[in-house]
C-alpha cells in the first residue's frame, strides 16, 4: 500500500481544483493507493519571513500548520499539487506552502516521492502549463520524480478549465488527465515500494 496526499492550492474550499484533485486521488485509490487531502484553503499558513532558522534547526521558526503539513508530505508516497491559475503561476496560497518546504530541502526529504500537477485555468490554454511549470520546478527543486498524465494524452498533468468559461465537472479533456495523472503517480510509487 502507498499513500498518495493530494494538495489543493485553492483558496476556495469545494471548487474546479478540489474537484480535480479528487479525481486524481480516486484514480490512484483505483490503482491500491491511501489517499489523504490537504486543503490550503482551510489551513493557516502564514508566509516565509526567511530567517534561516531552519536551515540551522531543519524546522520552521513559524508557529502554524505548516509542520502539520510537512509531517505529512514526508510520510507519503506520491503528491499531487494543484492550483488554480492566477496570472498564470500558482495562488498565494500554494507559493507560501512550496516557500515553506525549505526546511525538507536541506535533506532532501521529499527525494523519490512521486509526484504531479493539476492546474485549472479560465479557458482550455489559461495558463495551465506555465503554473504547472512552477510546481514541477518546486518538486524537481526537491529532487522529486514528476510524472505526466501518460497515455493517451501524455502531457505535463491535469488540466482543467473552470472559472468564468466552464466548470470542471463537464471537462472531459481535465477529468480525463486527471484520473490519468492520479493512476500514474499511484502506478509509480506502487513499483518504488
Known sequence: MVKIIG??????????TSY?????LK??????????????????????VACDICKATGECA???????????????DGIIVGSPVYFGSVTSQLKMLIDRTRPLRGSFRLKNKVCGAIAVGGSRNGGQESTISVIHDFLLIHDAIIVGD????AHYGGTGVGGPRGDTKMDEIGIETSKNLGKRVAELALKLK
Open 7 to 16: 494538495i489543493i492550492g485553492s483558496p476556495r474550499k469545494d471548487g474546479n
Open 20 to 24: 480535480l484533485v479528487e479525481t486524481a
Open 27 to 48: 484514480s490512484a485509490e483505483s490503482e491500491g493507493a491511501d489517499t489523504e487531502i490537504i486543503n490550503l484553503g482551510s489551513v493557516n499558513i502564514e508566509p516565509c
Open 62 to 76: 513559524i508557529y502554524d500548520d505548516i509542520g502539520k503539513i510537512l509531517d505529512i508530505m514526508m510520510k507519503s
Open 150 to 153: 501518460g497515455a493517451p494524452m
